[in-house]
């Protein structure tokens, strides 16, 4: 996360931990209820709360590192996943 709040120069908001379950499978359960109409986008952001926010600090220069490469690799990866 400190990366990608350093590169993007934004912060990067971390929710709290919720009281019981998996994350991931409570984010599934998110985005299929959103998919069937179960319950509405808005509905499931008043429910998110923020713990604590990762501050975006660019210490150095990482554009051409490995780190970076890899992270655009990770990002083209993921175009097109959802058809529009």
Known sequence: MQFQAGE???DVPV???A???D???RH???L?????????EDEISANWHQERAVLSQKCCPI???????GWLRAVS????????
């Open 23 to 25: 994350d991931r499978t």
């Open 28 to 30: 599934a359960a998110y």
């Open 19 to 21: 009281d019981s379950g």
């Open 15 to 17: 929710p709290a931990p």
């Open 77 to 84: 990866r993921t175009k097109g996943w959802v058809e529009a």
């Open 8 to 10: 993007s120069q934004l």
């Open 63 to 69: 554009a051409g590192s490995s780190l970076y490469k």
């Open 32 to 40: 299929a209820g959103i998919r069937v109409g179960l319950w509405t």
